[in-house]
């Protein structure tokens, strides 16, 4: 049976990882994760490190005010508390617009100089809620009040290290789980396995399966300097034998349906429909 192995946050979209023992499971997923984002000024539309790979070096951590950030070309880190108010909305893919909480000019600065480019630091604070669409392409029919962070699709990324281990027998230079950017990882079970499963128990939590997760050019970035890979690897080589007419999958996306708990050792049990 497989278990736990990892436990991922990301609290700013697409800036480094924080590894947990345990998270919390919230309906918009993990406790603080992704529940910040940068946006351009100009447009408000949401950066992430496909553009901008300087965003994977960009470090934080969660404190019981808000998140202190290290910018790299900065000795001192910058404080983004939780803020009350949300004053702006933002867009994240073509029309989507939801409300934000935005920092003051001195920190949107700081992030402005380092990325290099005009932008503003964003909050999803109580009140800005991101309603989890009910019809997605992947076929999966959510319910009515299902939320969802910053994160691209769904709330939770799991991936397998055993899937992990078959793709770095083709490459010539192994991936790291860091590429992927999970939120949970899991060990125990074959290969793709995880593709089949439609309802997960793990630890306290309840989850339904939303689709397997299509991958794009973020995987070929160095999770720290955020350097391309000449040869686009390892998305190149997955999508050799893992192609489908939805993408390049690697990992399942899911959304919660119990909320609780998970720690590193966990369970992951299969179920077939829900309990």
């Known amino acids: 049976m497989a278990q736990v192995v990892d436990l991922t946050i990301y609290p ?5 990882g924080i590894p947990l023992d345990q998270a919390w499971l919230e309906l918009r997923g993990f406790a603080n994760d992704r529940r910040w ?30 998140l202190l950030v290290h910018l790299p070309n900065r000795a001192e880190p910058i404080a983004l508390p939780y803020l009350l108010q949300p004053i702006e909305r933002v867009n994240l893919w073509a029309e989507e617009q939801h409300p934000a909480m935005v920092y003051n000019q001195a920190i949107n600065q700081a992030f402005s ?32 009040t299902d939320r969802v962070s ?13 899937s992990l281990a078959d793709l770095n027998q083709r490459l010539e230079q192994p991936a ?50 955020g350097q391309k890979h000449a040869q686009q690897e390892p998305l190149r080589t997955l999508a050799r034998y ?4 939805g993408g390049v999958p690697f990992g399942i996306q899911l959304v919660p349906r119990k909320l609780g708990t998970i720690r590193q050792g966990d369970q992951v049990v299969v179920l077939k429909q829900p309990v």
Do not use: H
């Open 176 to 225: 790291e789980m860091r590429q992927f950017r999970p939120n949970i990882v899991i060990d125990g079970e074959r290969a793709y396995q995880e593709d089949q499963w439609q309802w997960l128990q793990i630890g306290e939590c309840l989850f339904e399966v939303a689709q397997a997760c299509p991958r794009c050019v973020l995987i070929t970035a160095d999770p720290t300097t």
């Open 113 to 144: 100089e380092y990325l290099g480019i005009d932008c503003l630091v964003v909050y999803m604070g109580e009140g800005c809620e991101r309603p989890l669409p009910t019809d997605m392409p992947s076929g999966y029919t959510g319910r009515i």
């Open 37 to 66: 984002a940068i946006v351009a000024s100009e447009n408000r539309r949401i950066l992430t490190a496909r553009e901008y790979g300087t965003m994977l070096a960009i470090q934080s951590q969660v404190g019981p005010d808000g």
């Open 242 to 245: 893992r192609k489908t007419a």
């Open 12 to 16: 700013i979209k697409s800036t480094a």
């Open 150 to 162: 910053y994160a691209d699709d769904y709330p939770i990324l799991l991936a397998s290290q055993a």
